[in-house]
Nanobody, 125 residues
Framework: QVQLVESGGGWVEPGGSLNLACVGS????????VMWFRQAPGKEREGVAC????????YYEDSVNGRFTVSRENAKNTASLQLNSLKPEDTAVYTC??????????????????WGKGTLVNVSS
């Protein structure tokens, strides 16, 4: 069956970096757009970054633009999210999702077909 598993979360001090991975199994990630979301304690889930199936279309939420980088390696059925210059407000559970179809702009966060279970990122000193 289709499964997405995130990894790479953990505790990091402000200003630090983490690299999150989203590994797909039970299907080929090649034709799927990948999205990253996060949900902080007591807050609604928000979209963070998107990457199209061919990596040509990228989109970032304003608060992470310039600090986070989304990428993918289809040969490894994996997508990644590099988190740099982390701030306490980046603390959240980060989850990946996939959709069969590429959307532009903030629409890329809609109509998710499959979800992972998430990995916790804790930014504190």
């Amino acid at each position: 069956q289709v499964q997405l598993v995130e990894s790479g979360g953990g505790w990091v001090e402000p200003g630090g970096s983490l690299n999150l991975a989203c590994v797909g199994s039970g299907f080929s990630l090649d034709n799927w757009a990948v999205m990253w979301f996060r949900q902080a304690p007591g807050k609604e889930r928000e979209g963070v970054a998107c990457i199209s199936s061919d990596s040509r279309i990228l989109y970032y939420e304003d608060s992470v633009n310039g600090r986070f980088t989304v990428s993918r390696e289809n040969a490894k059925n994996t997508a990644s999210l590099q988190l740099n210059s982390l701030k306490p407000e980046d603390t959240a559970v980060y989850t990946c999702g996939v959709r069969l179809g590429d959307y532009r702009g903030s629409m890329c966060f809609s109509e998710i077909d499959y979800w992972g279970k998430g990995t916790l990122v804790n930014v504190s000193s």
